[in-house]
């Protein structure tokens, strides 16, 4: 089945590292993404890693992939109060063609 | 162009109205999808276009009613909607049905219905 969920809330320092964190159920997962949305905006693609890979690094964002524990993770370095947003993650599913999103982690980066 | 451009960017309207919601891609995408976002939750997918084809309907009541003209335009019909239906409405496309190398949202439409 999918079932994707992700912690409610994360609050960090500016400066500090975020890690937010992402499980996931279905094993057929081809491709994980990480989506940003600010407040009345749409979704911002920000990284996606595929699921034969273990880590991926872009600028200031390091996505982990833990396919045996179903195990995601986004680490941002260097917060900025301008990463203050809600973060998705989201699998999809190649046979069904469907993004199913976990529930968001709203980040608030505190000065 | 690398956006997936939506309009109007909000709309309010009565249960009785029909208006349109529409999104355009100039990326050569062909896959196009129409998400509806409650406040505080994720995206629920609504309707997949394949190739201009309708691939998937997720069970969503006919008062929605999704069009394909082309392979650049998406369309969504609403007609006698509930205020329950008062959502952001957010279009993605990806280059292909599977979404490899991402979906790209639009910025949505914020509806209210009264």
């Known amino acids: 089945g999918e079932d994707v969920e992700q912690s409610l809330f994360l609050s960090v320092r500016e400066g500090d590292s975020s890690v937010i964190n992402c499980t996931y159920t279905?094993?057929?997962?081809?491709?994980l993404y990480w989506y940003k949305q600010e407040p009345g905006a749409g979704l911002q693609l920000l990284t996606y890693?595929?699921?034969?890979?273990d880590m991926k690094q872009d600028q200031r964002l390091t996505v982990l992939l833990n396919k045996k524990d179903k195990h995601l993770s986004l680490r941002i370095a260097d917060t900025q109060t301008g990463d203050s947003a809600i973060y998705f993650c989201?699998?999809?599913?190649?046979?069904?063609?469907?993004?199913?999103f976990g529930g968001g982690t709203r980040v608030l980066v505190k000065p | 162009d690398t956006e997936v451009t939506q309009t109007p960017k909000h709309l309010v309207m009565g249960m009785t109205n029909k208006k349109s919601l529409k999104c355009e891609q100039h990326?050569?995408?062909?896959?196009m999808y129409w998400y509806k976002q409650k406040a505080k939750k994720p995206p629920e997918l609504m309707f997949v276009?394949?190739?201009?084809?309708?691939?998937i309907n997720e069970s969503v009541p006919s008062r929605f009613s999704p069009e394909c003209p082309n392979s650049s335009l998406l369309n969504l019909h609403l007609h006698a909607l509930q205020p329950e239906d008062s959502a952001l409405y957010l279009c993605?496309?990806?280059?292909?049905?599977?979404?490899?190398?991402?979906?790209?949202f639009g910025s949505g439409t914020r509806l209210t219905v009264v």
């Open positions: 993605a496309s990806s280059q292909a049905p599977g979404g490899d190398y991402g979906y790209t």
């Open positions: 279905d094993s057929s997962s081809t491709y």
């Open positions: 890693i595929f699921s034969n890979m």
């Open positions: 989201a699998e999809n599913i190649a046979a069904g063609n469907k993004l199913t």
């Open positions: 990326m050569g995408h062909r896959a």
């Open positions: 276009y394949s190739y201009e084809k309708l691939s």
